[in-house]
């Protein structure tokens, strides 16, 4: 069993930087990937930003440049720092991991962490 809780979301003015925490509790984190998703209102859900075991990382070409994802083992915690914020940033992040056991796929997901961007 995996538990994702994020924090760190809030309102912040175009061009202000937030840095968002998702803590991992349960299984071995530390072998996982780990992925932040954003969903805007009226939107689908996409995919932000990926850090595998390894720190290679991935990001979407809307932030790139912009965000930075990051992870810390030892706390069992990823990050996303997020600059230079757009209006269009404004959504609900969550932070996600796949877990298979037993040859079965499992989607984790935390609760999610409102971010506003005022322009």
């Known amino acids: 069993q995996v538990q994702l809780v994020e924090s760190g979301g809030g309102l912040v003015q175009s061009g202000g930087s937030l840095r968002l925490s998702c803590a991992a509790s349960?299984?071995?984190?530390?072998?996982?990937?780990m992925d932040w998703y954003r969903q805007a209102p009226g939107k689908q859900r996409e995919l932000v930003a990926t850090i595998s075991s390894g720190h290679s990382t991935n990001y979407a070409d809307s932030v790139k440049g912009r965000f930075t994802i990051s992870r810390d083992n030892a706390k069992k915690t990823v990050y996303l720092q997020m600059n230079s914020l757009k209006p269009e940033d404004t959504a609900v992040y969550y932070c996600?991991?796949?877990?298979?056991?037993?040859?079965?796929?499992?989607?984790?997901w935390g609760q999610g962490t409102q971010v506003t961007v005022s322009s």
């Open positions: 996600h991991t796949v877990v298979w056991f037993i040859g079965k796929r499992g989607d984790y």
């Open positions: 349960g299984s071995i984190f530390s072998t996982h990937p």
